[in-house]
Nanobody, 125 residues
Framework: QVQLVESGGGSVQSGGSLRLSCAAS????????MGWFRQAPGKEREAVAHIDTDGTTRYADSVKGRFTISQDNAKNTVYLQMNSLKPEDTAVYYCALGAGLCYAVSHIRLQMDYWGKGTLVTISS
């Protein structure tokens, strides 16, 4: 059974930083795409950043230059370093994993087979 366990959410002021972590277990595939989505109140869930086993990364335009995704393959863990946070980054952040190399951002949600429970990120102005 695949499990994704997120950690690192919290509350910071605008301009601050947070780092999210997501540890995966139970996945047996040799190639996968793993990363983060977010959902703000009243809005659709959107892709934020993803990385695959080849090291290819995908970022939403809204976070490019501010967020960095990385991975520790030995620990099956991905990290999302979020800098220069803005109030509009406030959302529940979900970790997700899907088989194969990452699709384009516009289709990446379709690729995801497994989801974490989410962690809340709140940015105050």
């Amino acid at each position: 059974q695949v499990q994704l366990v997120e950690s690192g959410g919290g509350s910071v002021q605008s301009g601050g930083s947070l780092r999210l972590s997501c540890a995966a277990s139970g996945f047996s595939g040799s190639r996968y795409c793993m990363g983060w989505f977010r959902q703000a109140p009243g809005k659709e869930r959107e892709a934020v950043a993803h990385i695959d086993t080849d090291g290819t990364t995908r970022y939403a335009d809204s976070v490019k230059g501010r967020f960095t995704i990385s991975q520790d393959n030995a620990k099956n863990t991905v990290y999302l370093q979020m800098n220069s946070l803005k109030p509009e980054d406030t959302a529940v952040y979900y970790c997700a994993l899907g088989a194969g190399l990452c699709y384009a951002v516009s289709h990446i949600r379709l690729q995801m087979d497994y989801w974490g429970k989410g962690t809340l990120v709140t940015i105050s102005s």
